[in-house]
């Protein structure tokens, strides 16, 4: 079943503007990297990368939260199930990971219809060859095959 924002789930405009007015959310922002040395940095810890299935501009599963993680995943029509996945996905269709740089990455796995990264910022459609990454950053969408779609988000770190 789609999931879709109700006007009992959106703030109203005078909800937000009391809240942004009484101060919420408003905390100090913790530090993204430290440095044991000077001019040393460390890269700071990356987030939770989140794949949040769409189809015909409706949500229609819970995100599923991958851990950053040279290693990463396998997804495909065995990996991840039910919800959103259709026929033209692959048994293991893609390998995503994170390095140790925090940057997201995905490459396909010789799939049958291919995986394709569309820019969030551009729209510019990347089509992952095998054996080669493309990059994932939060506003991206992720295709699998012809018809299944995720959107690309990140999570909240450890806090």
Known sequence: MPFALTPALVPSRASRRAHATRGGDTST???LSTSSVAGEH???PAHPLGLLCVQNGYV?????????SEEGVEIGALATGEGGITDDVSARHAHIWCDAQNIWHVEDLSSTNGTVVVNGATNVCIQVEPGRSAQLNPGDELRLGESTTYAILLGVGAL
């Open 29 to 31: 922002p913790r530090s």
């Open 60 to 68: 229609v599963s819970v995100p599923r939260w991958i851990q950053p």
């Open 42 to 44: 460390e890269v700071a």
